[in-house]
């Protein structure tokens, strides 16, 4: 339980910093300047666009989350029947007990965890938009934005692909395969090492898209002080 306990805090500590790190170094914006009305129209129009995108790759996300549990669905039920009728055959009520407790907290793990690498995502979305905005804003006052707006796209797929892998892990069950009674202890161990070891590739795929978010910034930041 200490284990799983270890687990969960890591994961949440990993995605606050992975957040609030970015969020402290990119979040001021300089003085604002006032664009021609038809270039204010052209960044409506474009703002407009990556709100409509941003709802595309959401609905996308959404639909590939439900067909990924669909197509678990059939194989980890079986699994979870084995389970419980391997856990009604165990002859100590408190390993029982444990084991039971165990199961349902490696869930939690998993929950708890995707929803911190999902709002870590939306901070970035989030973050990633004002430095669209500010490279719009640059653009109006003549600079060549040209590296900026590669680095900005280059970010926005970063983070889709981080999107669709925060969606897999968080459909993903885990179930104890209980061999035998004396090896409780290693049968417990091999599921939270496998959470361990998905975590740790979702949580990368999030840091990989924190990454390419710094570059857009910097090269923003590159421009705007040219």
């Given at each position: 339980?200490?284990?799983i306990?270890?687990?969960?805090?890591?994961t949440?500590?990993?995605?606050?910093l992975?957040?609030?790190t970015?969020?402290?170094?990119y979040?001021?914006s300089?003085?604002?300047?006032?664009?021609?009305?038809?270039?204010?129209?052209?960044?409506?129009?474009?703002?407009?666009?990556?709100?409509?995108?941003?709802r595309e790759?959401?609905?996308?996300?959404?639909?590939?989350k439900?067909?990924?549990?669909?197509?678990?669905?059939?194989?980890?039920?079986?699994r979870r029947?084995?389970?419980?009728a391997?856990?009604?055959a165990?002859?100590?009520?408190?390993?029982?007990?444990?084991?039971g407790?165990?199961?349902?907290s490696i869930?939690?793990?998993?929950?708890?965890?995707?929803?911190?690498?999902?709002e870590?995502?939306?901070?970035?979305?989030?973050?990633?938009?004002k430095?669209?905005?500010?490279?719009?804003a640059?653009?109006a006052?003549g600079k060549?934005?040209?590296?900026?707006?590669a680095?900005?796209?280059?970010?926005?797929a970063?983070?889709?692909?981080?999107r669709?892998?925060?969606?897999?892990?968080?459909?993903?069950?885990?179930?104890i395969?209980?061999?035998e009674?004396?090896?409780?202890?290693a049968d417990?161990?091999?599921?939270?090492e496998a959470?361990?070891?998905?975590l740790?590739g979702t949580q990368?795929?999030?840091?990989?898209?924190?990454?390419?978010?710094?570059k857009?910034?910097?090269?923003?930041?590159?421009?705007?002080k040219?």
């Amino acid at each position: 339980m200490h284990m799983i306990k270890r687990m969960l805090i890591g994961t949440a500590i990993s995605a606050t910093l992975v957040s609030g790190t970015f969020a402290q170094e990119y979040g001021t914006s300089p003085a604002r300047v006032e664009p021609r009305p038809e270039v204010r129209e052209e960044r409506q129009e474009a703002q407009k666009a990556r709100m409509e995108e941003k709802r595309e790759v959401r609905a996308e996300l959404q639909e590939k989350k439900r067909e990924m549990r669909e197509e678990r669905k059939d194989g980890m039920q079986a699994r979870r029947d084995d389970f419980k009728a391997r856990m009604g055959a165990l002859k100590d009520e408190r390993k029982k007990a444990a084991v039971g407790r165990i199961d349902a907290s490696i869930a939690t793990v998993n929950a708890n965890a995707t929803a911190h690498f999902g709002e870590t995502l939306d901070r970035l979305t989030a973050a990633l938009a004002k430095i669209a905005a500010r490279s719009d804003a640059a653009k109006a006052a003549g600079k060549d934005v040209t590296a900026v707006q590669a680095a900005i796209a280059a970010a926005q797929a970063a983070i889709a692909g981080s999107r669709t892998a925060v969606a897999s892990q968080a459909a993903k069950t885990y179930v104890i395969t209980i061999t035998e009674e004396k090896n409780l202890r290693a049968d417990v161990s091999a599921a939270r090492e496998a959470l361990r070891a998905d975590l740790k590739g979702t949580q990368d795929a999030v840091k990989a898209a924190r990454d390419a978010a710094r570059k857009a910034a910097e090269a923003l930041g590159a421009i705007e002080k040219a």
